[in-house]
């Protein structure tokens, strides 16, 4: 087991849940653009690294990532512009949303005694 296979689980673990709520925009894995899963990777680097950060802190530091590669608020996600709906502070996610935090966190953390 390795990161990139922890963040594959998280990955798909999310895209499942986009599902369930209606949202089909998540592609596989293995069909997802690289920036996407080299984003996964490190959340899973982040939490790895810092054990006790929780949901807020892991929305927090994909918004740290998003912006430094230049990504913006958009009212629909569009990678072309940059732009994303979920690029606002933790506390303004819709709680839908937040949802996808918590899966990650909980993946990483269930999985990361694999390494």
Known sequence: MDVKKIAEVAHETNRA????????????WR?????????????VKFHIANPDAGCASSHE??????????????????PEKKE???????????????????LFVGVVRAMKILL
């Open 61 to 78: 530091s994909w918004l740290a990532e998003k912006q430094a590669d230049g990504w913006k608020f958009g009212e629909v996600k569009d």
């Open 84 to 102: 994303h709906p979920c690029f606002v502070p933790y506390r303004e996610l819709p709680d839908e949303q937040k949802v996808k935090d918590a």
């Open 31 to 43: 069909n997802a653009p690289v920036w996407q899963r080299k984003s996964a990777v490190n959340g």
């Open 17 to 28: 849940y986009c599902e369930t709520i209606d949202d089909f925009s998540q592609p596989s």
